[in-house]
Structures are given as structure tokens and as C-alpha cells.
């Protein structure tokens, strides 16, 4: 037997697939909140794609710790079981380029835009994480896992503050314009199956999130960016993402930033 639990109108267009396939039987389509909706029985698995950008943003996981509390059987299962959160420095030439552009007017027609600089960089590298695609040789260092979430004990107050240290050691030359992270997802078995958003894996719906740097920071070989992150819902609205980075990029002086997705 199958409960489908979803709160919106889109669960009525799932009832009618499932009475057009002649599994009304098997499956049953309850309209309602996880937190709302009354199952006649414990569950044996609880299946959810759950996860937001950065893993967080939008998440329904206190959703799934719920049903996981109040519907699934002490020897039960949820799909997908753990989840693993990952950092890394990443280059991106596109931004320089942009950047570069206002140094070129006066060379290409005349007129000096160089002052536009400094506001060009505030807007492109602002506090908003950006969600995009990195291209795995934009990548400056191997990743570095700062947290784990096991869905099969985790609570509600431990999913208010996620986050944890990391130390990456740079590739070689290059310039550091953000910290990208992403996430990774396993369905256990014999055989786990890894569901990852990494750039260096085939790009997902989820991309990677990337925090700028207060400023484009030029690196070499072995160059360490050590660090703290820390992701956490909003105040006003808990679907909507605050993360808190503090970073030193070789002898450089600390310097930390909050950024935000959704308002």
C-alpha cells in the first residue's frame, strides 16, 4: 500500500493518474501537509525529494523528520537516507570579463568607465547566493565535506544551524572569486546510489550555489582557504536560506559575510 501525501491542488491530477492506471488499490492520494493528513497505519519507507538549492533553501526536511516521527516503523526506511554537504574555491572568467569590460571602454570608444568598476564588482559578487553552474576545471581545489545529515536521526533543532569548518588547499594559479557548495544524496543498498549536484558530475536541476568573495583574490599553489559555514532558515520564513561564511585566504586578514536567498 502507498500514501501520496501532498498539500497542493497538483495531488488531484495524481489521483487521476492513479485511477487511469487502475491503481486506486494500491495507492492512495491524501490532500494535505505531512503534518495535517491522518494515515490509518505506520509506513514501512518514506520517499521525498526534499532537497532545495544549497540542500536547504525551501527544504522540507523538518516534513520528513516528522513523518519519519509520528509514520514510519521502528525498522523503517527513508529514501534517500543521508545527505552530505560539500565547499570548494572556484574561479570565474565570465565574471572577470564583465569586470574587465568598463577598463575597455575608453581603449574601444573613447569615453573613460574605469570608475564603474568598483560598483560593477558590488553588484556582481553582492550577498545573494547565486545559483549557476561551475564547470569542473573552474574548481581551485579538491572539495571539502563540512557536514553531514543522517535522516534517520537528525532533529528539528539540529537542522536550524547546519554547517561546519573547512580547509582547501589550491590547485595552482588562478583567482578566487567564490565559494561553491553543493550536495550529495545516498539511497542505501548492497549497492548505495549517489544522487550528486557536484560540478564534476552531469548538472542537475540544482546546479551549485555559489558565495562571493568580498573581492576577486588571486591564489597559487598550496594557497589554503580555511573557514566556518553555517546554514540556517530565516527568521520571518523558515523555506528561505541564511548562510554565514567566515574565510582567510593565506595570510590574508579573516573576513566573514552573510548571504541570503529569499527576501
Not at 526534499?50 to 523528520?65: C, D, P, Q, R, T
Not at 564583465?98 to 573613460?112: I, M, P, Q, T
Amino acid at each position: 500500500k502507498v500514501y501520496a501525501v501532498e498539500a497542493s491542488s497538483i495531488c488531484e491530477q495524481a489521483a487521476k493518474i492513479v485511477k487511469l492506471n487502475k491503481l486506486d488499490d494500491k495507492i492512495t492520494v491524501l490532500r494535505g501537509s505531512v503534518e495535517s493528513v491522518q494515515l490509518p497505519e505506520k509506513v514501512d519507507v518514506i520517499v521525498s525529494e526534499w532537497m532545495g538549492y544549497a540542500l536547504m533553501y525551501e527544504s522540507m526536511l523538518s516534513s520528513v523528520i516528522y513523518a519519519r516521527d509520528h509514520w514510519l516503523r521502528p525498522t523503517g526506511l527513508i529514501l534517500p537516507s543521508q545527505a552530505e554537504l560539500f565547499i570548494a574555491p572556484v574561479t570565474q572568467p565570465e565574471l572577470e570579463e564583465r569586470l574587465a569590460f568598463w577598463e575597455a571602454v575608453k581603449s574601444e570608444y573613447g569615453v573613460d568607465m574605469s570608475c564603474m568598476t568598483p560598483f560593477a564588482q558590488t553588484c556582481l559578487m553582492s550577498d545573494e547566493i547565486n545559483v549557476n553552474p561551475v564547470a569542473g576545471e573552474h574548481v581551485l581545489s579538491h572539495p571539502f565535506k563540512f557536514a553531514e545529515i543522517d535522516l534517520g536521526s537528525v532533529t528539528p533543532e539540529q537542522i536550524k544551524s547546519i554547517g561546519g569548518s573547512f580547509r582547501c588547499s589550491c590547485f595552482g594559479w588562478g583567482t578566487v572569486h567564490a565559494l561553491a557548495v553543493w550536495f550529495a544524496v545516498v539511497f542505501p543498498g548492497d549497492k548505495p546510489l549517489v544522487l550528486s549536484t557536484s560540478p564534476f558530475k552531469e548538472e542537475t536541476h540544482w546546479k551549485q550555489s555559489l558565495l562571493y568573495l568580498h573581492e576577486p583574490v588571486d591564489v597559487v599553489q598550496d594557497t589554503e582557504i580555511t573557514g566556518n559555514i553555517t546554514l540556517s532558515p530565516a527568521e520571518h520564513n523558515s523555506r528561505y536560506l541564511r548562510v554565514l561564511v567566515s574565510y582567510k585566504v593565506g595570510h590574508r586578514e579573516s573576513k566573514s559575510r552573510q548571504f541570503r536567498m529569499g527576501d
